[in-house]
Nanobody
Framework: QVQVEESGGRLVLTGDSLRLSCAAS????????MAWFRQAPGKEREFVAV???????YISDSLRGRFTITRDNAQNTVYLQMNSLKSDDTAIFYC?????????????????????WGQGTQVTVSS
């Protein structure tokens, strides 16, 4: 099975950019659909972005245009590029992996689609 570990979270200012990394070990991420979720203080964990095994990606409607997900199968790493950060982006960001198959994108936006999770990395956006 795969293990994933997030990194790159830190304190940034409003308007800054930040790239998070999700390094996988144990298995190749080419066998997995990879995703990012986030959990803001006092809120439920929410979907951010997914990179499916087949190569296509999907970003949450509210974040499209600012966030981008990419994968580097050779480095066994998935990235989340975040631009024009706002204070509302303050959250713990989690990487997740799944071997399941779903044809509908909406299924990939749900936590139950993923079997493997990292511990999270804190992103704080200060004004």
């Amino acid at each position: 099975q795969v293990q994933v570990e997030e990194s790159g979270g830190r304190l940034v200012l409003t308007g800054d950019s930040l790239r998070l990394s999700c390094a996988a070990s144990g298995r190749s991420i080419s066998d997995y659909t990879m995703a990012w979720f986030r959990q803001a203080p006092g809120k439920e964990r929410e979907f951010v972005a997914v990179s499916r095994k087949g190569g296509d990606t999907y970003i949450s409607d509210s974040l499209r245009g600012r966030f981008t997900i990419t994968r580097d199968n050779a480095q066994n790493t998935v990235y989340l590029q975040m631009n024009s950060l706002k204070s509302d982006d303050t959250a713990i960001f989690y990487c997740a992996a799944s071997e399941r198959y779903y044809s509908r994108i909406i299924d990939w936006t749900r936590m139950r689609a993923y079997d493997y999770w990292g511990q999270g990395t804190q992103v704080t956006v200060s004004s």
